[in-house]
């Protein structure tokens, strides 16, 4: 069966310092990979979603970057911390096909001070 | 500009009583609607809902979708403290890229 990893859980970063969460999916190949911010009060907002290893869509113009060095490995940057970064950050994957069902990470709780 | 909205934005019960949770939405070119369950952590999958008047079901569990009217509903019958949570519903269309346009969920707490 298919699982998904994040780390870390939790994070405490001071503004201006660089950020790094990784994501990992076991279980499948080729799947679509997705980064989702969670705010207190908002709904989930994609950030990025990659379809293959190096190929990345952004959707929110921001001071973060995704990478996906590898078929299962997703990763989310940045060089200098905002503290409108705090919040939840969420991975998924889901099959090839556009519109399957998203299954998600536990999740990255990022505080920026 | 696509649109979810989730009602009740919060809700108290009692163990045992019956809720329907609400969705709306304006998506164009509509595909698909999912539910999830959000506790502390990641939000798990219930339900996806493509076809009209279908209803799915999952243990006290279920749900329906009305595309004529642009909504959906999820039921929990029999209510338990385990079903406290966020429930939280998105939809997907192919003007919305590979991205699920999510609402920002029901809270659901389910007193003894």
């Known amino acids: 069966s298919q699982t998904i990893h994040q780390w870390p859980a939790t994070l405490v970063q001071p503004v201006g310092s660089p950020l790094s969460l990784e994501c990992t999916v076991e279980?499948?190949?080729?799947?679509?990979l997705y980064w989702y911010r969670q705010a207190a009060g908002r709904g989930l907002q994609l950030l990025f979603y990659?379809?293959?290893?190096?190929?990345i869509s952004s959707e929110v113009p921001q001071n973060l970057s995704a990478s996906r060095p590898q078929d299962r490995q997703f990763i989310l940057s940045s060089k200098k911390l905002l503290l409108s970064d705090s919040g939840f950050y969420l991975c998924?994957?889901?099959?090839?096909?556009?519109?399957?069902?998203?299954?998600f990470g536990p999740g990255t709780r990022l505080l920026v001070l | 500009e696509d649109k979810v909205v989730q009602s009740p934005l919060s809700l108290v019960v009692h163990e045992g009583d019956t809720v329907t949770l609400n969705c709306s939405y304006e998506v164009t070119n509509f595909r698909s609607l999912l539910w999830y369950k959000q506790e502390k952590k990641a939000p798990t999958f219930l339900f996806m809902l493509t076809s009209s008047g279908i209803e799915k079901k999952s243990g006290r569990l279920s749900s329906i979708l009305d595309k004529k009217e642009l909504f959906s509903i999820l039921n929990i019958t029999a209510t338990q403290t385990g079903d406290s949570a966020v429930y939280l519903c998105?939809?997907?269309?192919?003007?919305?890229?590979?991205?699920?346009?999510f609402g920002k969920g029901t809270s659901l707490l389910v007193t003894p």
């Open positions: 998105a939809v997907g269309g192919p003007n919305s890229g590979y991205a699920l346009n």
């Open positions: 998924a994957w889901s099959g090839q096909r556009r519109f399957e069902t998203q299954y």
């Open positions: 279980g499948t190949s080729n799947p679509n």
């Open positions: 990659s379809v293959g290893i190096g190929q």
